[in-house]
Nanobody, 126 residues
Framework: EVQVVESGGGLVQTGGSLRLSCAASGFTFDYWAIGWFRQAPGKERESLTHISSSRNSPYHADSVKGRFTISSDNAKDTVTVYMQMNSLKPEDTAIYYC?????????????????WGQGTQVTVTS
């Protein structure tokens, strides 16, 4: 059974940094993609970044390019994906979700992901 669990959210001041982690366990697929989305109150869920098993250039949305960086570690049956978030702004406040697909693909839409985490809150104060 695949489980996706996020951690690392919290409260930070403008200009600060956080690192989110996503552990996808039971993840035994040869080809996969894992990424981060976020959803602020009253807004649509937004795709931020993703990385795939082929390790082709990771995707970063324009809203986070240059500030957020995705990376990954592989272990037996578990893929852990990190998102380093620097230069945080109040508009980055949202619930951040990790999502995974069991194929090497672009995942910029909700329906492209097979598995979701429960979300972790990030709040940036001014």
């Amino acid at each position: 059974e695949v489980q996706v669990v996020e951690s690392g959210g919290g409260l930070v001041q403008t200009g600060g940094s956080l690192r989110l982690s996503c552990a996808a366990s039971g993840f035994t697929f040869d080809y996969w993609a894992i990424g981060w989305f976020r959803q602020a109150p009253g807004k649509e869920r937004e795709s931020l970044t993703h990385i795939s098993s082929s390790r082709n250039s990771p995707y970063h949305a324009d809203s986070v390019k240059g500030r957020f960086t995705i990376s990954s570690d592989n272990a037996k049956d578990t893929v852990t994906v990190y998102m380093q978030m620097n230069s945080l702004k109040p508009e980055d406040t949202a619930i951040y979700y990790c999502a995974a697909a069991n194929m090497d693909r672009v995942i910029t839409a909700k329906n492209e992901c097979n598995y979701w985490g429960q979300g972790t809150q990030v709040t940036v104060t001014s």
